[in-house]
């Protein structure tokens, strides 16, 4: 990479350049401000990990489904509508009929914006319903920390607690389907080394 590329990035993406410094900017001036040490976390395996993530998981799933409850009715009766108009569209360019083509392709993208605009909904949804969830005590790292021994500084508990927070708050808007994988490799990797 040239020094030309850099900069030709930098005018093509401004605003990630933009967020990546200022995210090792707020990096370097949390690390000597701060001075603090590491956590100090449980011992995890297999089987207690998954009982620590059950809730999570549980709680992505039960998400997932109040999202469906609260799209299904309101945006599937337009969404069945504009897929049998694409059908029709192509049924009617199989048949030959002159314009089809392009009607196609009209209902098509009219599909395709309907869709995403849905998965917008969706996902703006499980994040409010992730946050209060969150809000409500719902945590994926902080189950794991031992403050037996050592007991963080209050302002390093609060930083982790609040990261703990956006963490949990965007695995749970994620889904159930998401959390699956990380377990199925820990559950695997302790297996396998057991």
């Known amino acids: 990479m040239t020094l030309q590329d850099v900069k030709d990035s930098v005018k093509e993406y401004p605003s990630i350049w933009l967020l990546s410094i200022t995210f090792v900017a707020g990096f370097v001036f949390l690390q000597f401000w701060s001075g603090w040490n590491g956590l100090t976390f449980i011992k995890v395996d297999a089987t207690n990990l998954v009982g620590y993530l059950t809730p999570l998981l549980l709680t992505a799933t039960l998400i997932e489904r109040a999202v469906e409850v609260v799209i299904t009715p309101w945006r599937d009766p337009d969404a069945d509508d504009k897929s049998n108009k694409v059908a029709a569209a192509a049924a009617q360019v199989e048949a030959g009929v002159d314009n089809a083509q392009a009607t196609l392709e009209a209902r098509t993208s009219d599909l395709n914006e309907y869709t995403g605009k849905t998965r917008q909904y969706a996902y703006a949804i499980a994040v409010a319903l992730s946050v209060l969830a969150v809000t409500a005590g719902v945590r994926t790292l902080w189950p794991l920390l031992d403050t037996s021994k ?22 749970l808007a994620g889904g159930a389907a998401g959390l699956h994988a990380p377990i199925n490799a820990f559950t695997s990797f302790f297996e396998k080394n057991s």
């Open 150 to 171: 050592v007991v963080p500084p209050p302002a390093q508990l609060n930083f982790f607690r609040w990261y703990d927070m956006l963490l949990t708050t965007l695995l």
